[in-house]
């Protein structure tokens, strides 16, 4: 997501945060997550952002809509950008969303797909295994390849011809997904179609950056500082510099 965004708007600072001590947020009740996620928006808040993107699905699914009504500044959300990707992407109308507990449980995608789509055949599983598996760096080998098969089992007989990828750890997975899916289902990620959504309100509002300016983007975390950067080096390709722990209780 982060990713995708620095590349459609090289221009912009991101400001990052990542909840790594309370991750995963998919098992964790929607009182917890709403919590969680407005300790969050509200040290986001104290840096005077212009935007703000809730780049966790299971925290989209249950806070966006309170989120967006809030807030004065434009919220943008990852499941709708995704859904509306997926339903370009099929020929078969049939889609298949894999996610956090929380965010299958929720619905999400399958109400926004059919918002959209009312036609569309949905199936949808939840993959506990996979964030931790992220999390601990593991993107490929035997243990993931073992890890990921195993848990989409119960799609192996689904004729859906589109996944969606229903969580923002899971690109990391994409190959060995991909791998399992075979080259006739098209995988689908929401960090490019939201980067659109978030690029097209910037400058739909006049709030972009067009000058020369080299951004310098912030990193946060809840939890360790060496083990985010390792990773978020990993995922976005970069150097992401000093990574700065925030301590919850000042949140």
């Not at 601990?136 to 098969?149: L, T």
């Not at 119960?154 to 990828?165: G, K, Q, S, W, Y």
């Not at 020369?212 to 990773?231: M, N, Q, S, V």
Request: glycine fraction near 6%; charged fraction near 20%; hydrophobic fraction near 40%.
């Amino acid at each position: 997501m982060a990713k995708e965004i620095m590349r459609q708007l090289p221009k912009e600072e991101i400001i990052y945060v990542g909840d790594s001590k309370r991750c995963p947020y998919g098992p964790r009740s929607q009182e917890e997550v709403r919590t969680f996620t407005w300790q969050m928006i509200q040290y986001l808040q104290s840096k005077n952002i212009k935007m703000l993107v809730i780049a966790c699905n299971t925290a989209a699914a249950v806070v966006l809509e309170e989120v967006k009504r809030a807030l004065d500044i434009p919220v943008v959300g990852v499941i709708y950008p995704g859904a509306s990707s997926a339903l370009k992407a099929t020929k078969k109308e049939h889609i298949a969303v894999i996610g956090t507990s929380g965010t299958i449980a929720s619905k999400a995608y399958t109400k926004a797909l059919k918002n959209i789509n009312s036609k569309v055949q949905v199936d949808s599983l939840a993959c506990p295994p996979f964030v931790p598996l992220v999390e601990q760096g593991i993107f490929a080998g035997d243990e993931a390849k073992q890890i990921v098969h195993h848990t989409l089992q119960p799609l192996n007989a689904r004729e859906f011809d589109t996944l969606i990828l229903g969580c923002t750890h899971y690109p990391l997975l994409a190959p060995v997904i991909k791998e399992w899916a075979g080259t006739s289902i098209t995988l689908i990620s929401s960090g490019e179609e939201t980067a659109r959504e978030v690029s097209g309100l910037l400058y739909h509002g006049e709030t972009a950056y067009t000058d020369e300016r080299i951004p310098t983007h912030a990193f946060y975390t809840t939890g360790e500082e060496e083990l985010f950067k390792r990773l978020a080096d990993q995922w976005l390709e970069m150097d992401v510099g000093h990574v700065q722990t925030i301590t919850i209780d000042k949140l």
